[in-house]
């Protein structure tokens, strides 16, 4: 995976 890809998903998709 590539480091944008996984900023984006931690966006849409915050750590709980």
Known sequence: ????NL????TIRPVR
Do not use: G, N, R
């Not at 995976?1 to 944008?4: D, E, G, L, T, V």
């Not at 900023?7 to 931690?10: A, D, F, S, T, W």
């Open 1 to 4: 995976m590539s480091a944008q």
């Open 7 to 10: 900023h984006v998903l931690i």
